[in-house]
């Protein structure tokens, strides 16, 4: 309709003529398609890939089981990318029962293709200088918008992502700040392996992280899942 002019969108409706609430519209094809699925797992790892091959040239962490996967990684010279491909496939049992089917075949595909991004990498991408302190921030943010993306198309990262995101589900506890909780637990840890300065910079980059995630899932707030 248009009004003095103006183009108004007409306000989505049920076959009784109520307004459509979020579950109405996602049986009105609102859902998303393989493709859309494909683009949002694919470029969320991409970022998150990014920000490891970051914090592992400004030896920085995160938190989850890539945090326990650095730490293995810094101790042992083990692949990160496999170290934490195998650190996850104790959580997809959790998410298969808690989370669903679908949930847990996204997730599994996107975390191999972050074992698989991670490794090839340093192949591809070399930073001759990275100041830990933008590294922190940087990395906080992408890994932040990595997993918003992974999330909005019913995915994660495995580990303390699943756990954060069924409370936010299942509770309403807010995914962002059980993350936070959790990441930041994870690099205190750190202090026993990696120079403190770096721990630091690390917890910087799990606050940016949490808090972006905090700030932008909210549960209701975005229905094209």
């Known amino acids: 309709m248009r009004l003095k002019g103006l183009l108004v969108m007409p306000i989505p409706t049920t076959p009784g003529g109520q307004p459509a609430t979020a579950p109405a519209l996602l049986q009105n094809g609102l859902r998303h398609g393989r493709y859309e699925d494909f683009q949002a797992l694919f470029t969320g790892t991409l970022f998150v890939s990014i920000t490891l091959m970051l914090f592992a040239q400004a030896g920085l962490l995160t938190g989850s089981t890539a945090g326990i996967a650095f730490l293995i990684h810094y101790w042992s010279g083990l692949p990160l990318g496999g170290v934490f491909f ?5 959580f997809y049992w959790f998410a298969w029962k808690r989370m669903g089917a679908e949930f847990t075949i996204k997730t599994f595909i996107s975390v191999g293709f972050l074992s698989l991004l991670t490794d090839l990498g340093p192949k591809v991408i070399h930073v001759d200088y990275l100041n830990p302190l933008f590294a922190a921030v940087l990395g906080g943010l992408l890994l932040g918008t990595g997993c918003l993306f ?37 690099v205190a840890f750190a202090l026993l392996i990696v120079p403190i300065d770096r721990v630091l910079y690390s917890i910087l980059a799990a606050v940016v992280m949490g808090v972006f995630l905090w700030m932008s899932h909210k549960p209701g707030r975005y229905v094209g899942r």
Do not use: F
Not at 86 to 90: D, E, H, I, Q
Not at 158 to 173: K, N
């Open 86 to 90: 195998a650190l996850n496939l104790p």
């Open 150 to 186: 992974l999330a909005r198309h019913r995915a994660s990262l495995g580990g303390a992502t699943i756990l954060s995101l069924y409370l936010q589900e299942r509770y309403g506890i807010p995914a962002g700040k059980v993350q936070l909780i959790i990441d930041c637990t994870v």
